[in-house]
């Protein structure tokens, strides 16, 4: 079955670029996903891109999407404390699209 | 604006206790899930609905049970609860359309002492 794997840590200075990356093994993929999660809440859905884009841009977060290499990653520009949080990768699908598969999640710790 | 409530954030029982854990959401959904959150491992699915009275096993359903009567409420039953089970729980629900995105509640810390 579909497996999604993310590095478990990152640590950037306050106003860096930071880039999350996320490699998924079903290539057939529908959607893909970034969620964030802050200390002791829920999961918030930050994007999503269509597995037949390249790239989505919205405010200060790029995603981008290597189909071939089956490579997300997702970044942050002028990365603020406030983004401090555990990010979680996930894919979707085709023949159960409405079922996630999580990463572990990337902590992102962001050192003013 | 999208809700999922969940019925406690923190919970303590004692081990053997039934313990239920309740899920409310309010975008007319059809699509339910119960996750637990462990360090290190992610999510994981433990059931999930895709309509009233309709449930699914996901990938770690042994010990625990769901229902789901109104379209709103998924509930999660832990029949005799384990200390194993100490975790986050995370509710979640989404539309079997567009881009299937999902929407979680803000969890449940329980602890089975």
């Known amino acids: 079955g579909e497996d999604v794997e993310q590095s478990l840590f990152l640590s950037v200075r306050e106003g860096d670029s930071s880039v999350i990356n996320c490699t998924y093994t079903?290539?057939?993929?529908?959607?893909l996903y970034w969620y964030k999660q802050e200390p002791g809440a829920g999961l918030q859905l930050l994007t999503y891109?269509?597995?037949?884009?390249d790239m989505k841009q919205d405010q200060r977060l790029t995603v981008l999407l290597n189909k071939k290499d089956k490579h997300l990653s997702l970044r942050i520009a002028d990365t603020q404390t406030g983004d401090s949080a555990i990010y979680f990768c996930?894919?979707?699908?085709?023949?159960?699209?409405?079922?996630?598969?999580f990463g572990s999640g990337t902590r992102l710790l962001v050192r003013p | 604006d999208v809700k999922v409530t969940q019925s406690s954030r923190y919970l303590v029982k004692r081990t053997g206790e039934k313990v239920f854990l309740e899920c409310v959401q309010d975008?007319?959904?059809?699509?339910m899930f119960w996750y637990r959150q462990d360090p290190g491992l992610g999510l994981r699915l433990i059931y999930f609905?895709?309509?009233?009275?309709?449930?699914e096993k996901g990938d770690i359903p042994e010990g625990y049970s769901v229902s789901r009567e109104k379209k709103e409420r998924f509930s999660l039953i832990l029949e005799s609860a384990s200390t194993n089970q100490t975790s986050m729980y995370l509710c979640?629900?989404?539309?079997?359309?567009?881009?299937?995105?999902?929407?979680f509640g803000p969890g449940t810390r329980l602890t089975v002492t």
């Open positions: 979640a629900s989404s539309t079997p359309h567009g881009g299937y995105e999902q929407y």
């Open positions: 079903d290539s057939s993929s529908t959607y």
């Open positions: 891109i269509f597995s037949n884009m």
């Open positions: 996930a894919a979707s699908g085709p023949d159960s699209s409405y079922k996630l598969i």
């Open positions: 975008m007319d959904h059809e699509n």
């Open positions: 609905s895709y309509d009233v009275k309709m449930k």
